[in-house]
């Protein structure tokens, strides 16, 4: 028999994306939320009878609460370094699926780290940075790794987004972004997951015509997609929103790394950041979202550096795709086809040819690569 799905933080910018995504699946997920008023109202929007459960991440317990041995529950309540710890204490507790929104590096290293194992114990799967943090690199560099063969040995990816204007990111983004600027980032190194901060390194790509910068950052493909070539001893991803800026946004990493170990420092930071960035306070709205589009690149490569298979996935907005991403992923969790327990990977938790058709019903799928007449460029480390 399926088991529940329950969305917590369904009243967030991300949430109700997600909630929308469901009832057009046909799905009839629990709605949960720490304030009943909105969750009645957003029942009402969504015009259909849902059902509704209050909880709050200051009380873990009414967390655990939401979700019995079987059920699928959905977190999008971040920033979550600051408040995603309770919804996956509560799945691995009770022995539920778990699905996340975050794109947080050091929330995806502790559940893989941490709650991973506690997973396995509970006999429950947990796929964390399930959305457009970072699904889309799981899937170009899936491929890509499928496509070369026992010769890779390193595959980077790269995500970019266009059609974007000043102000197009959800609150929930800027926390995220904010609160993990002084946190420690980490890669995949010489076979295995190492500590690196973020930005550390910058590289370009080839999206369609033009070459566009990006910075390293630290993702979920670190942990999942060598599971998928064991052969693999390095796995970058990189992140390209900041464009001709991603040389400065280097520079800035480095410089917070130093200035973070003054007395005081990361204590400031954090007051700061949670004093002047409130999280969850809307993002951009249909309109907006109807203009971005997203193109991701996976390269694979041997031991001497030469490019083995390249992919690129292109769609649309961010937002949309992590809702309806986030919707198949927990109507596939209820009935019973992760694959494995423990913290799993998209590619690994559910098939690549299901993740390829998940991924397309959410607006992403794989492009043909424009000709270039020169090669990538390579690592500058800073």
């Known amino acids: 028999m399926p088991g529940r799905i329950v969305l917590f933080g369904a009243t967030g910018y991300t949430g109700r994306l997600v909630a929308e995504a469901m009832v057009e699946r046909g799905l009839r997920p629990v709605l949960a939320a720490r304030d009943g008023d909105r969750l009645h109202d957003l029942v009402a929007a969504l015009g259909t009878q849902l059902e509704t459960l209050t909880a709050d991440v200051s009380d873990p317990p009414s967390v655990t609460a939401l979700v019995d041995r079987g059920d699928v529950l959905v977190s999008t309540v971040g920033p979550f370094a600051r408040w995603g710890a ?51 690199g799981n899937l170009a560099g899936a491929l890509a790794l499928s496509r070369a063969g026992e010769a890779a040995v390193r595959v980077d990816t790269g995500y970019f987004v266009s059609g974007v204007s000043r102000g197009g990111f959800s609150g929930g983004t800027m926390a995220s972004l904010a609160g993990v600027m002084n946190a420690p980032s980490f890669a995949f190194r010489d076979g295995r997951v190492q ?63 130093l200035g973070m170990k003054l007395p005081g420092a990361s204590a400031l ?13 809307g993002g951009p709205d249909a309109a907006a979202r109807a203009r971005a589009r997203s193109h991701i690149v996976a390269i694979a490569y041997d031991s001497g550096g030469r490019e083995l298979s390249e992919v690129h996935v292109t769609g649309g907005d961010p937002y949309g795709f992590t809702g309806r991403i986030m919707a198949w992923g927990a109507e596939q969790a209820a009935a019973g086809r992760l694959q494995g327990v423990g ?40």
């Open 195 to 257: 500590a690196e901060r973020g930005a550390r390194r910058t590289r370009t790509f080839h999206v369609g015509p033009k070459t566009l910068s990006a910075i390293s950052v630290g993702a979920s493909e670190h942990f999942t997609l060598p599971r998928l070539a064991p052969g693999l001893t390095e796995v970058n991803a990189y992140l390209g929103w900041f464009g001709s800026g991603s040389r400065a946004i280097q520079m800035l990493s480095a410089g917070t790394t």
């Open 343 to 382: 913290a799993l990977g998209p590619a690994d938790g559910f098939g690549l040819e299901a993740l390829v058709d998940g991924c397309r019903q959410a607006g992403m799928g794989e492009a043909a690569p424009a000709a270039a007449e020169h090669e990538h460029t390579t690592v500058t480390i800073a």
């Open 269 to 281: 930071w954090d007051a700061a950041t949670e004093r002047f960035v409130k999280g969850s306070t």
């Open 86 to 136: 309770p919804a996956a204490a509560a799945a691995t507790t009770v022995g539920a699926h778990y699905i996340d929104s975050t794109g947080e590096p050091p929330f995806i290293r502790e559940v893989f780290e941490r709650y991973g194992v506690a997973a396995e114990q509970s006999g429950s799967g947990m796929l964390t940075a399930f959305g457009y943090d970072w699904v889309p």
